[in-house]
């Protein structure tokens, strides 16, 4: 069974970084491309990011470009975040989802980051 | 960027009822849109991909059509456990677009 399970949200102070995690488990996880998608408190989904199945392949929305890096590490099954500048329009429900041509089929629970003072 | 403007924002509807929910792009995503049923605290689930191909596992209820920039997801006749909130989504190029959403409640 497909498991996507986030983790390393929390309250962090304005200009602040964070680095969040995606374990991966019950597929292989080297052939898929992998995003992060964020909701803020009561809003819609917005997709942040992309990264091919062997990371050739990198693209971020607008609003988190040259602020976050996401990058994969296959040998772990695991996604990655890294989050710096952080802002409080930052502050959102961050999803981690598997992508399986042109469709995000499994979708982790969620990790929540707090931006605030 | 893919514009996504999907309508009503919300909808207030019976146990029974045949409700549908519209997208459209503001440029052609070919048949790449894909919809999502989001209940409160829980991740997205995916309904329909390809703008009208059912996934696995979701009630025959649940149907898409359109193409190009036109779309719409019809829930035949609504049951209990549909009342949510339904984001359709481009994946014909990036970025990724959601539409703002559309939370169908209990009348």
């Known amino acids: 069974e497909v498991h996507l399970v986030e983790s390393g949200g929390r309250l962090v102070q304005p200009g602040g970084s964070l680095r969040l995690s995606c374990a991966a488990s019950?597929?292989?996880?080297?052939?898929?491309?992998m995003h992060w998608v964020r909701q803020a408190p009561g809003k819609g989904l917005e997709w942040i990011s992309y990264?091919?199945?062997?990371?050739?392949?990198?693209y971020y929305a607008d609003s988190v470009k040259g602020r976050f890096t996401i990058s994969r590490d296959n040998a772990k099954n695991s996604l990655y975040l890294q989050m710096s500048s952080l802002r409080s329009e930052d502050t959102a429900v961050y999803f981690c989802?598997?992508?399986?041509?042109?469709?995000?089929?499994?979708w982790g629970q969620g990790t929540l980051v707090t931006v605030s003072s | 960027d893919v514009q996504m403007t999907q309508s009503p924002s919300s909808l207030s509807a019976s146990v029974g009822d045949r409700i549908t929910i519209t997208c459209r792009t503001s440029q052609s995503s070919s048949t790449y849109l894909n919809w999502y049923q989001q209940k409160p605290g829980k991740a997205p689930k995916l309904l329909i991909y390809a703008a009208s191909s059912l996934q696995s596992g979701v009630p025959s209820r649940f149907s898409g059509s359109g193409s190009g920039t036109d779309f719409a997801l019809t829930i035949s006749s609504l049951q209990p456990e549909d009342f949510a909130t339904y984001y359709c989504?481009?994946?014909?190029?990036?970025?990724?677009?959601f539409g703002q959403g559309t939370k169908v409640e209990i009348k």
């Open positions: 989802a598997r992508e399986a041509v042109s469709l995000f089929d499994y």
């Open positions: 989504q481009q994946s014909y190029t990036s970025p990724w677009t």
């Open positions: 019950g597929f292989t996880f080297s052939t898929f491309a």
């Open positions: 990264i091919s199945s062997t990371s050739n392949s990198i």
